[in-house]
Protein backbone atom coordinates (compact mmCIF):
# COMPACT_ATOMS: atom_id res chain seq x y z
CA UNK A 1 0.00 0.00 0.00
CA UNK A 2 1.22 3.29 -0.69
CA UNK A 3 1.94 5.55 1.79
CA UNK A 4 0.02 8.22 1.25
CA UNK A 5 -3.27 5.73 1.80
CA UNK A 6 -2.41 5.28 4.91
CA UNK A 7 -3.61 9.40 5.27
CA UNK A 8 -7.59 7.82 4.41
CA UNK A 9 -7.62 6.16 7.61
CA UNK A 10 -4.87 7.86 9.66
CA UNK A 11 -3.15 5.88 12.14
CA UNK A 12 0.51 7.20 12.04
CA UNK A 13 0.56 8.56 15.78
CA UNK A 14 -0.66 6.30 18.38
CA UNK A 15 -3.83 8.38 18.79
CA UNK A 16 -5.07 6.48 15.28
CA UNK A 17 -8.01 8.59 15.03
CA UNK A 18 -8.48 7.27 11.69
CA UNK A 19 -9.65 10.59 9.98
CA UNK A 20 -9.63 11.00 6.62
CA UNK A 21 -6.89 13.50 6.22
CA UNK A 22 -7.70 14.19 2.76
CA UNK A 23 -11.28 15.50 3.76
CA UNK A 24 -10.52 16.69 7.50
CA UNK A 25 -8.04 16.96 10.06
CA UNK A 26 -6.81 14.31 12.62
CA UNK A 27 -6.11 14.81 16.23
CA UNK A 28 -2.97 16.68 15.45
CA UNK A 29 -5.19 19.34 13.74
CA UNK A 30 -3.21 18.78 10.28
CA UNK A 31 -4.80 17.48 7.25
CA UNK A 32 -3.09 16.13 4.20
CA UNK A 33 -1.23 19.53 2.95
CA UNK A 34 2.66 19.74 4.51
CA UNK A 35 2.88 22.80 6.79
CA UNK A 36 5.97 24.07 8.37
CA UNK A 37 6.67 27.48 10.58
CA UNK A 38 10.25 27.74 9.89
CA UNK A 39 13.36 26.18 7.93
CA UNK A 40 16.58 27.51 9.28
CA UNK A 41 19.79 26.92 10.72
CA UNK A 42 19.64 26.04 14.43
CA UNK A 43 22.38 26.66 16.92
CA UNK A 44 20.64 25.05 19.95
CA UNK A 45 20.41 21.54 19.60
CA UNK A 46 23.06 18.85 21.12
CA UNK A 47 26.89 19.60 20.30
CA UNK A 48 26.98 16.70 17.86
CA UNK A 49 23.74 17.97 15.96
CA UNK A 50 24.31 21.05 16.00
CA UNK A 51 28.13 21.70 16.11
CA UNK A 52 29.68 25.19 14.62
CA UNK A 53 27.30 25.40 11.57
CA UNK A 54 23.97 24.56 12.65
CA UNK A 55 21.33 21.84 11.88
CA UNK A 56 18.72 22.15 9.21
CA UNK A 57 16.07 22.51 11.62
CA UNK A 58 12.33 22.03 9.72
CA UNK A 59 9.48 22.48 12.17
CA UNK A 60 6.35 21.39 11.08
CA UNK A 61 2.99 22.09 12.42
CA UNK A 62 0.16 20.05 14.15
CA UNK A 63 1.03 17.64 16.85
CA UNK A 64 -0.19 14.64 18.10
CA UNK A 65 0.78 15.46 21.72
CA UNK A 66 -1.29 18.28 23.86
CA UNK A 67 1.62 19.29 26.27
CA UNK A 68 0.19 22.23 28.37
CA UNK A 69 3.66 23.62 28.49
CA UNK A 70 4.58 23.25 24.91
CA UNK A 71 7.43 26.25 23.96
CA UNK A 72 6.20 25.79 20.45
CA UNK A 73 2.87 25.78 21.20
CA UNK A 74 2.02 28.61 18.45
CA UNK A 75 2.69 25.92 15.48
CA UNK A 76 2.14 22.91 17.76
CA UNK A 77 -1.39 23.23 18.99
CA UNK A 78 -2.63 27.16 17.54
CA UNK A 79 -2.51 26.45 13.82
CA UNK A 80 0.56 28.88 12.97
CA UNK A 81 2.36 27.80 9.82
CA UNK A 82 2.26 27.69 5.75
CA UNK A 83 1.59 25.02 2.84
CA UNK A 84 4.04 23.56 0.78
CA UNK A 85 4.19 21.11 -1.43
CA UNK A 86 6.29 18.13 -1.19
CA UNK A 87 8.23 19.46 -4.19
CA UNK A 88 9.23 22.12 -2.34
CA UNK A 89 9.78 20.59 1.46
CA UNK A 90 12.73 18.84 -1.08
CA UNK A 91 14.13 22.37 -2.10
CA UNK A 92 13.91 23.10 1.63
CA UNK A 93 15.81 20.17 2.28
CA UNK A 94 18.68 21.00 -0.42
CA UNK A 95 18.95 24.53 0.44
CA UNK A 96 19.56 23.57 4.35
CA UNK A 97 22.35 21.26 3.10
CA UNK A 98 24.09 24.47 0.32
CA UNK A 99 23.63 26.47 3.57
CA UNK A 100 26.29 24.05 5.45
CA UNK A 101 23.39 22.97 7.77
CA UNK A 102 25.46 19.44 9.32
CA UNK A 103 21.56 17.37 8.53
CA UNK A 104 18.22 17.98 8.38
CA UNK A 105 16.60 18.37 11.23
CA UNK A 106 12.76 16.82 11.38
CA UNK A 107 11.08 18.73 14.04
CA UNK A 108 7.73 17.19 15.31
CA UNK A 109 7.47 15.09 11.71
CA UNK A 110 5.33 11.95 12.90
CA UNK A 111 1.47 13.40 11.29
CA UNK A 112 3.48 14.09 7.87
CA UNK A 113 5.92 10.98 7.54
CA UNK A 114 4.41 9.70 4.44
CA UNK A 115 4.72 13.25 2.40
CA UNK A 116 8.26 13.64 3.96
CA UNK A 117 9.19 10.21 2.43
CA UNK A 118 7.92 11.85 -0.59
CA UNK A 119 10.21 15.01 -0.56
CA UNK A 120 13.31 12.80 0.70
CA UNK A 121 12.91 10.53 -2.54
CA UNK A 122 12.30 13.49 -4.78
CA UNK A 123 15.98 15.27 -3.18
CA UNK A 124 17.34 11.74 -4.08
CA UNK A 125 21.09 11.31 -4.30
CA UNK A 126 21.10 15.38 -3.82
CA UNK A 127 20.38 15.13 -0.18
CA UNK A 128 24.09 13.90 1.52
CA UNK A 129 23.79 15.03 5.25
CA UNK A 130 22.25 13.04 8.14
CA UNK A 131 18.42 13.12 8.37
CA UNK A 132 17.05 13.89 12.41
CA UNK A 133 13.89 12.66 12.97
CA UNK A 134 13.23 15.28 16.24
CA UNK A 135 10.43 13.88 17.85
CA UNK A 136 8.27 13.96 20.96
CA UNK A 137 9.06 10.41 21.75
CA UNK A 138 4.55 9.57 21.10
CA UNK A 139 5.21 7.00 18.20
CA UNK A 140 4.44 3.61 16.92
CA UNK A 141 6.79 0.72 15.89
CA UNK A 142 4.73 1.13 12.61
CA UNK A 143 5.58 4.18 11.47
CA UNK A 144 9.08 3.87 12.35
CA UNK A 145 9.29 0.99 10.50
CA UNK A 146 8.35 3.18 7.26
CA UNK A 147 11.17 5.34 8.25
CA UNK A 148 13.50 2.51 8.55
CA UNK A 149 15.48 3.48 4.84
CA UNK A 150 15.34 7.48 5.42
CA UNK A 151 16.22 8.22 8.88
CA UNK A 152 19.64 8.11 10.27
CA UNK A 153 19.47 10.09 13.89
CA UNK A 154 16.75 9.72 16.17
CA UNK A 155 16.24 12.67 18.87
CA UNK A 156 13.14 11.15 20.52
CA UNK A 157 11.78 12.99 23.89
CA UNK A 158 11.34 11.33 27.17
CA UNK A 159 8.63 13.18 29.25
CA UNK A 160 7.25 10.77 31.17
CA UNK A 161 6.68 7.71 33.41
CA UNK A 162 4.01 8.12 35.46
CA UNK A 163 0.60 7.80 33.50
CA UNK A 164 -1.27 10.27 35.55
CA UNK A 165 1.30 13.03 35.18
CA UNK A 166 1.34 12.43 30.76
CA UNK A 167 -3.04 12.47 30.99
CA UNK A 168 -2.79 15.60 33.30
CA UNK A 169 -0.08 17.88 31.53
CA UNK A 170 -0.30 15.90 27.51
CA UNK A 171 -3.59 14.15 27.66
CA UNK A 172 -2.05 10.94 26.65
CA UNK A 173 -2.11 8.37 29.71
CA UNK A 174 -0.41 5.36 27.29
CA UNK A 175 2.80 7.85 26.85
CA UNK A 176 5.39 6.28 28.41
CA UNK A 177 3.51 2.65 27.11
CA UNK A 178 3.96 4.23 23.30
CA UNK A 179 6.85 6.22 23.72
CA UNK A 180 9.26 3.19 25.88
CA UNK A 181 8.46 1.03 22.77
CA UNK A 182 9.05 3.58 20.34
CA UNK A 183 12.87 4.02 21.89
CA UNK A 184 13.22 0.13 21.64
CA UNK A 185 12.69 0.64 18.07
CA UNK A 186 14.40 3.26 16.81
CA UNK A 187 17.55 1.80 18.89
CA UNK A 188 16.57 -1.39 16.52
CA UNK A 189 16.98 0.79 13.20
CA UNK A 190 19.86 3.44 13.80
CA UNK A 191 21.98 0.94 15.88
CA UNK A 192 24.78 2.51 18.58
CA UNK A 193 25.72 6.04 17.52
CA UNK A 194 28.23 6.62 15.40
CA UNK A 195 30.43 9.59 14.15
CA UNK A 196 32.12 11.35 11.52
CA UNK A 197 35.91 12.81 11.92
CA UNK A 198 34.70 15.87 13.24
CA UNK A 199 32.72 14.36 16.26
CA UNK A 200 29.06 14.68 14.68
CA UNK A 201 26.92 12.18 14.51
CA UNK A 202 26.04 10.61 11.60
CA UNK A 203 23.48 7.93 13.29
CA UNK A 204 22.16 6.65 16.26
CA UNK A 205 19.86 7.62 19.23
CA UNK A 206 20.17 10.43 21.60
CA UNK A 207 17.25 10.35 23.93
CA UNK A 208 16.23 13.79 25.62
CA UNK A 209 14.55 14.17 28.80
CA UNK A 210 13.26 17.61 29.88
CA UNK A 211 13.33 17.87 33.80
CA UNK A 212 9.89 19.44 35.09
CA UNK A 213 9.13 20.65 38.13
CA UNK A 214 7.86 18.69 40.60
CA UNK A 215 8.61 16.01 38.66
CA UNK A 216 12.19 14.82 39.63
CA UNK A 217 11.15 11.27 41.68
CA UNK A 218 9.25 10.50 37.80
CA UNK A 219 12.92 11.75 36.17
CA UNK A 220 14.66 9.25 38.40
CA UNK A 221 12.31 6.53 37.14
CA UNK A 222 13.10 7.28 33.33
CA UNK A 223 16.67 6.94 33.98
CA UNK A 224 16.00 3.79 36.15
CA UNK A 225 13.90 2.39 32.91
CA UNK A 226 17.12 3.48 30.24
CA UNK A 227 19.68 1.55 32.87
CA UNK A 228 17.69 -2.01 32.88
CA UNK A 229 16.81 -1.23 29.41
CA UNK A 230 19.64 -0.24 27.06
CA UNK A 231 23.34 -1.25 27.02
CA UNK A 232 25.68 1.66 27.91
CA UNK A 233 27.12 2.36 24.53
CA UNK A 234 23.30 1.70 22.37
CA UNK A 235 21.84 5.32 23.37
CA UNK A 236 22.87 8.76 24.12
CA UNK A 237 20.87 10.74 26.76
CA UNK A 238 20.55 14.22 26.80
CA UNK A 239 18.58 16.04 30.38
CA UNK A 240 17.69 19.53 29.15
CA UNK A 241 16.81 22.33 31.32
CA UNK A 242 14.96 24.83 29.27
CA UNK A 243 11.75 24.45 31.11
CA UNK A 244 9.75 28.12 30.83
CA UNK A 245 6.48 28.55 32.26
CA UNK A 246 4.27 29.19 28.65
CA UNK A 247 1.05 28.39 27.14
CA UNK A 248 -1.32 26.43 29.63
CA UNK A 249 1.35 26.01 31.74
CA UNK A 250 -0.01 28.16 34.07
CA UNK A 251 -2.99 26.13 34.83
CA UNK A 252 -0.94 24.04 36.90
CA UNK A 253 0.79 25.85 40.20
CA UNK A 254 2.94 23.19 39.96
CA UNK A 255 4.24 24.24 36.60
CA UNK A 256 3.94 27.90 37.11
CA UNK A 257 7.63 28.29 37.97
CA UNK A 258 11.27 27.27 36.21
CA UNK A 259 12.67 23.84 37.59
CA UNK A 260 15.08 24.58 40.44
CA UNK A 261 18.85 23.71 40.29
CA UNK A 262 18.52 21.59 43.03
CA UNK A 263 15.48 19.09 40.80
CA UNK A 264 17.93 19.62 37.25
CA UNK A 265 21.43 18.73 39.26
CA UNK A 266 19.70 15.76 40.72
CA UNK A 267 18.74 14.29 37.50
CA UNK A 268 22.31 14.96 35.95
CA UNK A 269 23.35 13.59 38.60
CA UNK A 270 21.23 9.93 38.21
CA UNK A 271 22.44 10.42 34.05
CA UNK A 272 26.10 10.64 35.51
CA UNK A 273 25.64 7.42 37.95
CA UNK A 274 24.03 5.43 35.12
CA UNK A 275 26.95 5.11 32.48
CA UNK A 276 25.65 6.59 29.51
CA UNK A 277 27.43 9.34 27.13
CA UNK A 278 25.47 12.53 26.68
CA UNK A 279 24.78 16.31 27.35
CA UNK A 280 23.85 18.59 30.32
CA UNK A 281 21.85 22.10 29.37
CA UNK A 282 23.30 25.06 30.64
CA UNK A 283 20.85 26.50 33.16
CA UNK A 284 20.61 30.04 31.19
CA UNK A 285 18.76 27.68 28.33
CA UNK A 286 15.85 28.39 30.46
CA UNK A 287 14.35 31.50 28.59
CA UNK A 288 11.98 32.31 26.04
CA UNK A 289 14.60 34.29 23.70
CA UNK A 290 15.39 30.96 23.04
CA UNK A 291 12.11 29.70 21.21
CA UNK A 292 12.62 30.53 17.78
CA UNK A 293 9.98 32.91 15.53
CA UNK A 294 7.20 31.21 13.97
CA UNK A 295 5.69 32.17 10.56
CA UNK A 296 2.64 31.60 9.09
CA UNK A 297 3.64 32.29 5.56
CA UNK A 298 6.09 31.75 3.16
CA UNK A 299 8.48 33.85 4.52
CA UNK A 300 12.04 32.38 2.14
Known amino acids: MPYSKILENCSLCPRKCGVNRYKSKGFCGEG ?5 ARAELHHWEEPCISGTNGSGAVFFS ?23 TKEELADVFLSLQEQNAYNINLVNPT ?3 PQIISALNIAGNELKIPIVYNCGGYETPETLEILKDNIDIFLPDLK ?26 MVEIAGKPKYDDNGMLRSGVIVRHMVLPGCRHDSQKLMEWLVHSFEKDEIL ?14 N ?21 KSGFDGFFQH ?14 YKYF
Not at 237 to 250: C, D, G, I, L, R
Not at 258 to 266: A, G, H, K, V
Not at 286 to 296: G, K, L, M, S
Open 62 to 84: GCSLKCCFCQNYEISSEGKGFKV
Open 283 to 296: RTSAEECFIPDFYD
Open 111 to 113: HFV
Open 160 to 185: YFDSGISKKYSSAEDYFEKASSAIRK
Open 237 to 250: VSVMSQYTPVYKAF
Open 252 to 272: YKELSRRTSTFEYNYVCDLVE
Open 32 to 36: SDIRI
